[in-house]
């Protein structure tokens, strides 16, 4: 699996936030936040496990506003990163942090109303692995995001150290279909690669955003987004 090595070296988990969500990418970071939020109907109370939280962005939002959080990593470094980040944050809520393969979930099933697995699907080639085992663990909703095969990013993806897997949405359409979950909300985003905007300083990249946001809300820019943000309830 892709990405599970590479998040263990000590550098590559010390530059994540600063190479991906500084600059213009702090627009990448906020839009993704109110996506998730925006899925959540009542995150005050609601018990969220967040699978490869990485250096717990959405972990540390969510417990602020009140969530109980389990954020699970199969990185140290990356978890540590995170647990850092405590000091910053009122978290009204719980924040446990959790060693572990995403694959094999260390819980009963039905533990947590909301799954949430942000960048993860990228890293894998066989989601279904994943969904089955996250769908045991889940009683009310998972939320995730997929990379896009027909976007720029398919261009690109072979120069990135890691590469990523890109998904076909329809191919992701029916495999919730064929473990009866209903796609409740789903949202397409980002024609422009993220290197644009995580290269670029923050008033430039904010026009950057609107021409991009206008772009994907045309019908052919839906068809070429980069990112698919899925909501499925059970
Ligand atoms: C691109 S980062 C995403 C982090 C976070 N969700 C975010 O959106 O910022 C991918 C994360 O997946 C983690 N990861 C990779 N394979 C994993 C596995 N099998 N189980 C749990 N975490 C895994 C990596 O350690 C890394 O922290």
């Known amino acids: 699996m892709k990405g599970k090595s590479w998040y263990q070296e000590i550098p590559n988990a010390t ?5 991906r969500f500084s600059k213009g990418g702090s627009l990448i970071d906020s839009h993704e936040k109110q ?3 925006n899925f959540i109907d009542t995150i005050d109370g609601k018990k969220i496990l967040d699978i490869a939280c990485g250096t717990a962005r959405f972990s540390l939002m969510l417990a602020d506003l009140g969530a109980d959080v389990v954020a699970l990593d199969i990185s140290e470094p990356m978890i540590e990163i995170g647990k850092n980040k405590l000091g910053q944050s009122s978290h009204a809520g719980d924040l446990t942090f959790l060693h572990a393969d995403a694959g094999n979930l260390p819980f009963e099933d039905s533990s947590f109303d909301i799954i949430l697995a942000m960048r993860f699907f990228h890293l894998t080639p066989i989601p ?11 009683r009310e909703k998972i939320i995730f995001d997929t990379f896009n095969k027909y976007s720029a990013r398919s261009f690109y993806n072979w120069l990135l150290p890691m590469g990523s897997t890109l998904h076909d949405r329809s191919y992701i359409s029916r495999l919730l279909s064929s473990v009866d979950m209903t796609i409740e909300d789903s949202h397409q985003d980002f024609i422009f690669p993220y290197g644009i905007y ?12 609107s021409i991009d ?22």
């Open 213 to 234: 946001s206008s772009a994907v809300s045309t019908s052919i820019g839906q068809r070429v987004s980069t990112v698919s943000y899925w909501s499925v309830s059970l």
């Open 15 to 19: 530059r994540y936030d600063t190479k």
């Open 128 to 138: 279904m692995y994943f969904f089955l085992e996250f769908l045991r663990v889940a």
């Open 35 to 37: 996506i998730v939020t």
């Open 198 to 209: 995580r290269n670029l300083p923050l008033s430039i990249a904010k026009p950057i955003r």
